[in-house]
């Protein structure tokens, strides 16, 4: 199995920003995209965004224009800008590695995690 590394996790005050990282440790499939999904305390995992090897990139409506995904290829890290952080985006964000051509935006499609950081937002 693949494995994936987060970092970049912390707390800061609304309206600041924070980047993320997603490291590919240990590849041992084909990797067709990597997605962020993000998991608030009581809530289901929910998905945030993707890049594909072709490096397309989306991200999901409400972080449009605040949140954008990167990746250096030399450094095997994904990476998750967010800008404009509010107090919703309060939650363990993942990373996760997934082959074939099925939804990005599933989390039951993706074969590796990382472990999670944390990200807190306050008022």
């Known amino acids: 199995q693949a494995q994936l590394a987060e970092s970049g996790g912390g707390r800061v005050q609304a309206g600041g920003s924070l980047r993320l990282s997603c490291m590919i440790l240990?590849?041992?499939?084909?990797?067709?995209?990597m997605g962020w999904f993000r998991q608030a305390s009581g809530k289901e995992r929910e998905f945030v965004g993707r890049?594909?090897?072709?490096?397309?990139?989306y991200v999901v409506e409400s972080v449009t224009g605040r949140f954008t995904i990167a990746r250096d290829n030399a450094k095997n890290t994904m990476y998750l800008q967010m800008n404009d952080l509010q107090p919703e985006a309060t939650s363990v964000y993942y990373c996760?590695?997934?082959?074939?051509?099925?939804?990005?935006?599933?989390?039951?499609?993706?074969?590796?995690w990382g472990q999670g950081t944390q990200v807190t937002v306050s008022s």
């Open positions: 240990r590849r041992t499939f084909d990797i067709s995209a």
């Open positions: 890049i594909t090897t072709s490096g397309h990139t």
């Open positions: 996760g590695a997934k082959r074939g051509v099925s939804s990005s935006a599933t989390p039951e499609n993706y074969e590796a």
